[in-house]
């Protein structure tokens, strides 16, 4: 049973933007905080960002000012808009829900320079 579905991935130039997209389901997104966290070839899994039911947010020091979190109630959807993307944010970005925890499959971001 698929619980948080991600989309948005794909291939850009460094100074480019991608939005990507977590859909889940209502139960998930109205009882949790959500995430999403990022895994690049060789590295640990990395929080890079969380926003609270109450829409506090925290980003990792390393996307604060060019990424942003928000989240659509109306949608059960949680967002995250990546704007100057650079090579090193290339990774596989995973939805995550807490204190629940459920993950979602990622989605693959590749920033070329």
């Known amino acids: 049973q698929v619980q948080l579905v991600e989309s948005g991935g794909g291939l850009v130039q460094a100074g480019g933007s991608l939005r990507l997209s977590c859909a889940a389901s209502r139960s998930i997104f109205s009882n949790n905080a959500m995430g999403w966290y990022r895994q690049a070839p060789g590295k640990q899994r990395e929080l890079v960002a969380r926003i609270t039911r109450g829409d506090t947010t925290n980003y990792a020091d390393s996307v604060k000012g060019r990424f942003t979190i928000s989240r659509d109630n109306a949608e059960n959807t949680v967002y995250l808009q990546m704007n100057s993307l650079k090579p090193e944010d290339t990774a596989v970005y995973y939805c995550?829900?807490?204190?629940?925890?459920?993950w979602g499959k990622g989605t693959l971001v590749t920033v070329s320079s």
């Open positions: 995550h829900t807490d204190p629940m925890e459920y």
